[in-house]
């Protein structure tokens, strides 16, 4: 096996890692029955360089 097809291995292993760690809390949170409003960083994310209107 070449380092290339390792590296690209792992950076697969780790993205579906990440997936499974992060499903169940997005599941939770979009099942919430409030209004979260524009201070929820989920539903409403503060993307660094982008303008503002």
């Given amino acids: 096996m070449s380092t290339l097809q390792y590296v690209i ?3 697969l292993a780790l993205v ?3 997936a499974l760690v992060a499903t169940p809390p997005l599941i939770v949170h979009s099942r919430t029955t409030y ?9 409403h994310p503060r993307i660094p360089g982008t303008r503002r209107r």
């Fill in 9 to 11: 291995g792992m950076v």
């Fill in 16 to 18: 579906a890692l990440a």
């Fill in 35 to 43: 209004d979260h409003g524009p201070t929820c960083f989920w539903c």
